[in-house]
Nanobody, 114 residues
Framework: VQFVESGGGLVQPGGSLRLSCAAS????????MNWHRQAPGKEREMVAQ????????NYADSVKGRFSISRDNAKNTVYLQMNSLKPEDTAVYYC????????WGQGTQVTVSS
């Protein structure tokens, strides 16, 4: 199993980014997927979930209304569209399947700063 995250960067408050996660080593379309993030000095937290066919999603309260998770099962890829970014969204972002397994990618750094 492998996850490769990309799309992070430095963005000003109020800006947007779209993260991608390419998954391999398992039957992608059979699993719900999620995005997690870990800020410096904090525990890793789940921010968004999507079921295996992309119909059902769920979000942490801190990102609800600003972030949107989607997936393309033909490309084995899950996305996280992040709008109205805030400095407190600064973190390394990771994807994983559900139930979460102890295999993580390198993550992608998101920094929100003016």
């Amino acid at each position: 199993v492998q996850f490769v995250e990309s799309g992070g960067g430095l963005v000003q408050p109020g800006g947007s980014l779209r993260l991608s996660c390419a998954a391999s080593g398992f039957t992608f379309g059979a699993y719900p997927m999620n995005w997690h993030r870990q800020a410096p000095g904090k525990e890793r937290e789940m921010v968004a979930q999507i079921n295996n066919n992309g119909v059902s999603t769920n979000y942490a309260d801190s990102v609800k209304g600003r972030f949107s998770i989607s997936r393309d099962n033909a490309k084995n890829t899950v996305y996280l569209q992040m709008n109205s970014l805030k400095p407190e969204d600064t973190a390394v972002y990771y994807c994983n399947r559900m139930p979460t397994i102890p295999t993580w990618g390198q993550g992608t750094q998101v920094t929100v700063s003016s």
